[in-house]
């Protein structure tokens, strides 16, 4: 018997970035249970689909400083992967907020779906590549 497929929610404004993204579905067990370009958006669909896991772009992150705190409030046990976007250091702009898991854009597929599903799975992922490698 096939497992329940993992939920996901993809946070960008960049549309390449959701499309990539989205390609995980025929790869793992993952289901898309929705997409936000902008802030508003995320917080509502995370209130109203209670994923499993969000993948967040950085870029859209940094936009509010507390935004994956409220991210945590709208969806309580969602997991939080941060996805590198174009800023240089994560830890400039994040520091407090602490994701579960960042995730670098180079990786393969393979890497991504084994990371996100031992994330979902509460187990340590595979080593994941620095940011801007």
Do not use: W, Y
């Amino acid at each position: 018997m096939k497992p329940p497929a993992i939920d996901l929610l993809f946070a960008s404004a960049n549309p390449l970035l959701t499309d990539g993204l989205g390609h995980l579905v025929r790869l793992g067990n993952f289901r898309i249970a929705g997409e936000a370009r902008n802030v508003a958006d995320l917080l509502t669909s995370l209130k109203d689909n209670k994923p499993a896991i969000l993948i967040l772009d950085l870029d859209l992150a940094v936009q509010q400083n507390d935004l994956i705190q409220k991210c945590r409030l709208a969806s309580p046990g969602t997991k939080v992967a941060l996805v590198e976007g174009n800023q240089v250091d994560p830890a400039l702009s994040l520091e407090p907020q602490a994701a579960d898991a960042f995730l670098n854009r180079k990786q393969s597929m393979a890497t991504l779906v084994k990371s996100l599903e031992a994330l979902s799975a509460g187990l340590p992922h595979p080593p994941i590549e620095p940011f801007n490698s």
